[in-house]
Nanobody, 123 residues
Framework: QVQLVESGGGLVQAGGSLRLSCAAS????????MGWLRQAPGKEREFVAS????????FYADSVLGRFTISRDNAKNTVYLQMTSLKPEDTAVYYC????????????????WGQGTQVTVSS
């Protein structure tokens, strides 16, 4: 059974940084698509970033490109999301998720999800 556990969320001032972690079990992350998605209050869940397969190709939403970096540590079976230059509009619950194929750009592609971690950016 696949389990994903996020950590690293919190309260940060605008312009600050946070690093989220997602520890995976039951699936070797290097063989699958791992993604970060978020849901702000009153809004639909949206794609943030993904890292794909053995080549570790990465993809980003336009809203975070240049500010967020997704990476992974295969030995620890953990995926990270380094967030810099945070803005109040980045406030959301951030979810780690995984799927077996594609680029992970669509919410419906993901078949396993973590419980989410809250990120709050104050102005």
């Amino acid at each position: 059974q696949v389990q994903l556990v996020e950590s690293g969320g919190g309260l940060v001032q605008a312009g600050g940084s946070l690093r989220l972690s997602c520890a995976a079990s039951g699936r070797a992350i290097s063989n699958y698509v791992m993604g970060w998605l978020r849901q702000a209050p009153g809004k639909e869940r949206e794609f943030v970033a993904s890292i794909v397969g053995k080549g570790a190709s990465t993809f980003y939403a336009d809203s975070v490109l240049g500010r967020f970096t997704i990476s992974r540590d295969n030995a620890k079976n953990t995926v990270y999301l380094q967030m810099t230059s945070l803005k109040p509009e980045d406030t959301a619950v951030y979810y780690c998720a995984t799927t077996h194929g594609g680029m992970g750009l669509k919410i419906y592609e993901y078949d396993y999800w973590g419980q989410g971690t809250q990120v709050t950016v104050s102005s």
